[in-house]
């Protein structure tokens, strides 16, 4: 990953700690200027402040509410006359367990704004500017929960499907005009909201480390629409999926170009399916 293919800058949503602090880590390793958004100030600022002595980086730590209606306009702010070259939305895991209807409605519709109209209108924008210049990349991150409906973690599962579509869709969409979009798939992993959430969570089987999901993250963008982190969790998604979504996605963007007689470019890629 380099910082001319994309850009200077780097924004991760939710980068507190976990998995958006290792992509912090990782980016700034590498040279990556970031806009690092977060509910927790103080953390917010300690991460900034860590990875400006080690790397020498600017970074510049926005405490925010991504749930919030005006998440777009006080961020463009402050990245108004940055060049946000890589854009990565991590916000929006779930703690706890509960049945649809024993939750209160607002936290149902929190999880929608946070997990639907957050990413959604970040990458109307980002991903708009991207599409003029003519570069950038973009990692929606979204879950195994995705692949399915469930009891429990209803809405959870509903509005990380709308991400994992989203990010096929962009990456169909955008790559004719250099621009790499992607679903990041992650499965347990061992961050410290999951383990506030639940004490012995760490010993869950095959629970994956923060850095290692970031990591085949930033590997994996630019080769496909998908990307389901651990051999173990991809064995799982091949069971669910049993498609190629780089087969389906450009079959139905075909059959709808053709419906509405407009221009179709079948888009290649890499596939999960293949590893």
């Not at 749930?67 to 916000?91: F, K, M, Q």
């Amino acid at each position: 990953m380099k910082t001319k293919k994309y850009g200077p800058w780097a924004l991760i949503a939710g980068a507190s700690d976990g998995i958006g602090e290792a992509f912090a880590r990782q980016l700034a390793a590498q040279g990556f200027n970031l806009v690092l958004l977060a509910r927790r100030a103080e953390v917010l600022g300690a991460l900034a402040a860590d990875l400006t002595e080690e790397y020498g980086v600017v970074v510049q730590g926005v405490c925010i509410d991504l749930a919030a209606d005006s998440v777009l306009e006080n961020l463009r702010e402050v990245t108004d006359g940055l060049e946000i070259g890589l854009l990565i939305y991590n916000a929006g895991a779930v703690h706890g367990a509960s049945h649809f209807h024993d939750q209160p409605l607002a936290h149902v519709l929190s999880l929608i704004a946070l997990n639907c109209t957050g990413p959604a209108s970040l990458c109307h924008h980002y991903g708009g500017l991207m599409r003029e210049r003519g570069r950038g990349g973009i990692i929606l991150m979204s879950s195994m929960a995705a692949l399915s409906g469930g009891s429990y973690t209803a809405a959870y599962n509903a509005t990380k499907s709308f991400d994992l579509i989203l990010a096929e869709s962009l990456w169909h969409e955008l790559a004719p005009h250099g621009v790499d979009a992607m679903c990041l798939v992650a499965g347990a992993t061992l961050t410290p909201s999951m383990l506030a959430s639940k004490e012995n969570f760490a010993d869950y089987p095959n629970v994956m480390d923060p850095v290692d999901v970031a990591h085949e993250a930033l590997q994996q963008l630019g080769k496909g629409p998908v990307w389901v982190a651990g051999s173990h969790n991809r064995e799982a998604a091949k069971m669910l999926w049993p498609i190629p979504r780089t087969l389906a996605i450009n079959g139905f963007s075909e059959a709808v170009a053709s419906l509405y007689e407009l221009p179709f470019t079948a888009v290649k890629g890499e596939d999960f399916h293949n590893a």
